[in-house]
């Protein structure tokens, strides 16, 4: 994706609050410009495109998001790692940066979009009930899953990528808009380095380590 301030999917959204807000300043009164004003500013915040220094190393997993762990946990995968690995499961709200960043360098060998209900994305079952959007990636050391889950708020998943493209580590690769979830499972050759309550940055934070 083109790495400007502001990711293209907010244009719409702050062209139009832009053009309520000068309206009601010129036709009703500035003090009610206020209102959309604030909304403007807010929604411009929201779809920030921050720029990040990401590690080199090959051994080492990135947070996929920014945003809260809410739990770290043993899970087996039938859907692309067939096998038992670390699940783990961050919170957005909608204050953090939503645009979701690829954890490993590695080929797309899997995508899978499921439809689904729009419960809370803190809630605990909302990565079986809710909308979500799956990829897998592979490269020479491991396979991880990552997974997108729209929230009450959020209703629309971004992708950027497709079946077969190739990323390199803490690329951007989707977004979903408003307050979310992402997932990602691990191999358990991965030791994870991170806890339920911990606070992570997407494409900054390392989240795992390839065990040596």
């Not at 139009?16 to 003090?31: C, D, F, G, M, S």
């Amino acid at each position: 994706m083109v790495k400007t301030p502001i990711v293209k999917e907010g244009y719409r959204y702050i062209t139009v609050l832009a053009l309520i807000t000068l309206v009601v300043a010129l036709t009703v009164n500035p003090y009610w410009s206020i209102i959309p004003g604030v909304l403007l500013a807010f929604i411009t915040f929201f779809f920030r495109n921050p720029e990040r220094k990401i590690p080199s190393d090959d051994i080492l997993v990135m947070s996929p998001a920014d945003g809260k762990v809410m739990g770290v946990c043993e899970v087996y995968d039938d859907e692309f790692l067939n096998e038992v690995g670390t699940k783990v499961t961050i919170f957005l709200s909608v204050f953090d940066v939503h645009i979701n960043r690829s954890p490993v360098s590695g080929e797309v060998k899997y995508q899978q979009y499921t439809c689904g209900r729009f419960r809370p994305a803190y809630k605990e079952s909302v990565g079986c009930e809710n909308e979500r959007h799956s990829i897998g990636l592979e490269n020479d050391h491991m396979r991880v899953l990552v997974t997108q889950i729209a929230g009450l708020i959020a209703r629309r998943i971004v992708s950027w990528v497709t079946l077969g493209s190739v990323l390199t580590k803490g690329e951007r690769y989707g977004m979903i808009k408003f307050a979310s979830c992402t997932e990602i499972i691990m191999p358990k050759t991965v030791d994870v380095l991170v806890k339920k309550g911990d606070r992570v940055k997407g494409g900054e934070t390392v989240i795992g380590r390839l065990s040596q």
